[in-house]
Structures are given as structure tokens and as C-alpha cells.
């Protein structure tokens, strides 16, 4: 019912920006929530950012760095990204939730999403 197809991924050096979109088709787009998370190698996959309709929210790691945003009218959700480190060296994946509407609580367990992209790769080199 829902594909989530992430783009924008690359390699660049240390301090470098990048801008990472998840294209969204499907019912269920306009009004759930949608967040970012990534993994590294050897790593858990961790939660990134996530926007609905209570807000948007940061992990500690990327807050004052990354900025996620939606355009509900092109169905998409991105991520900017500035001051790239080497740690935020991950496959990036885009998630959407079935729940639409506001969240009483920040959306940032993995099972508080059903439907995934494949990831893109985000290397950052020092």
C-alpha cells in the first residue's frame, strides 16, 4: 500500500552538506507520521528525526545539524543535513508510520513505523 523510495545519499567530506528525500506513494503519506534512521556498520539502527503533525523531532546527535521537513503536496520528506561528521557515516533509511494525526509521545522506536524504504548510502569521510 505505501513505497518509500530514499535518494540523495553520496560521499563527501567532513563539514560537507547533504540533502536526502524519501518519495512517498500511497494512501497513507498525507497524514502519517514520517522519520529517518540510520545504521552503521556493526551498529543498531538508531532513530534520526521524525515529522508529524505534534512536530518534528531530533535525536541529540544531529540536533542544530539536520532538518527534516515534508511537502505533502509531493507526497516527499527530506532531510537536510550540514556539518556532516564522520560519524554520521550510515545507511540512511526513510519510514512511514500508519498512524496519522498528532503523537503524544516522540515516534522514535522502530515499531512505531510499518512500512520502510531500502536505505542510501551516506559515507563521510575525514
Known amino acids: 500500500q505505501v513505497q518509500l523510495v530514499e535518494s540523495g545519499g553520496g560521499l563527501v567530506q567532513a563539514g560537507a552538506s547533504l540533502r536526502l528525500s524519501c518519495a512517498a506513494s500511497?494512501?497513507?503519506?498525507?497524514?502519517?507520521?514520517m522519520g529517518w534512521f540510520r545504521q552503521a556498520p556493526g551498529k543498531e539502527r538508531e532513530f534520526v528525526a521524525a515529522?508529524?503533525?505534534?512536530?518534528?523531532y531530533y535525536a541529540d546527535s544531529v540536533k542544530g545539524r539536520f532538518t527534516i521537513s515534508r511537502d505533502n503536496a509531493k507526497n516527499t520528506v527530506t532531510l537536510q543535513m550540514n556539518s556532516l561528521k564522520p560519524e554520521d557515516t550510515a545507511v540512511y533509511y526513510c519510514?512511514?508510520?500508519?498512524?496519522?494525526?498528532?503523537?503524544?509521545?516522540?515516534?522514535?522506536?522502530?515499531?512505531?513505523?510499518?512500512?520502510w524504504g531500502q536505505g542510501t548510502q551516506v559515507t563521510v569521510s575525514s
Open positions: 515529522i508529524a503533525s505534534s512536530g518534528t
Open positions: 519510514a512511514a508510520s500508519l498512524r496519522g494525526g498528532s503523537w503524544l509521545y516522540i515516534p522514535k522506536r522502530i515499531d512505531d513505523y510499518t512500512y
Open positions: 500511497g494512501r497513507t503519506s498525507s497524514s502519517s507520521a
